[in-house]
């Protein structure tokens, strides 16, 4: 079964600190994509960074970057200088190489002032 | 660009009422756009995979008679939610996949349901 694995459903952190998001995830596939999505109040699912599985360097977008371990199978988020406008619900997806995304349970963070 | 517009954005209606919402790419094509329903504070469940000019894929579970879906053209498709109970009060989004499944989905901004 392909199944994209959240552990931590709740994490705090205080405003400008550095805050890591773990994901893990398991598939037979070779090429694939993994996806961070941010789910603030609103509710609007915002796309945040993604990863190409045959790619080896670790993707970045400003202040978002991941650490990608293929053979671990881990893909965690790290968000560096936190603001207060990163509150949100995160969640991991991936789509194992085919459309259909499958996502994980989420992390509710909260940053806090 | 890649957006996704969802309409409405909440509605509010009696039991035993159909409600129709629909989700349109604005300024590119979707051979295949996705509906998810969402619980509070819970992950997106796919539902079903809409396909433009042919029958929606369902997930396991979900009642495709429940729950209409149609494709009719490569910016727009619906989702009928037929004869609402209380029970299908929930968060419902669409996204669009694009053309290649390389690309990541967008989202719609979600439209909440309330059956009375």
């Known amino acids: 079964a392909q199944t994209v694995t959240q552990s931590q459903p709740e994490m705090s952190v205080q405003e400008a600190e550095t805050v890591t998001l773990s994901c893990t995830y398991d598939t037979s596939e070779n090429n694939y994509y993994l996806f961070w999505y941010k789910q603030p109040p609103s509710r609007q699912m915002i796309l945040v960074i993604r990863q190409e599985a045959y790619k080896q360097q670790n993707a970045t977008e400003n202040r978002f970057s991941v650490n990608f371990q293929k053979a671990a199978k881990s893909f965690s988020l790290k968000i560096s200088d936190s603001q207060l406008g990163d509150t949100a619900m995160y969640f991991c997806?991936?789509?194992?190489?085919?459309?259909?995304?499958?996502f994980g349970t989420g992390t509710r963070l909260t940053i806090i002032p | 660009g890649a957006v996704v517009s969802q309409h409405p954005s909440w509605v509010i209606c009696k039991s035993g009422t159909s409600v129709k919402i629909e989700c349109r790419s604005l300024d590119f094509q979707a051979t295949t756009m996705f509906w998810y329903r969402q619980f509070p504070k819970q992950s997106l469940m796919l539902m079903a995979t809409s396909n433009e000019g042919s029958k929606a894929t369902y997930e396991q579970g979900v009642e495709k008679d429940k729950f209409l879906i149609n494709h009719a053209s490569l910016t727009l498709s619906t989702l009928t939610v037929t004869s609402a109970h209380p029970e299908d009060s929930s968060f419902y989004i669409c996204?669009?996949?694009?053309?290649?499944?390389?690309?990541?989905?967008?989202f719609g901004d979600g439209t909440r349901l309330s059956i009375l």
């Open positions: 997806a991936s789509n194992f190489g085919n459309e259909k995304l499958t």
């Open positions: 996204s669009a996949g694009g053309l290649t499944y390389n690309q990541p989905q967008h």
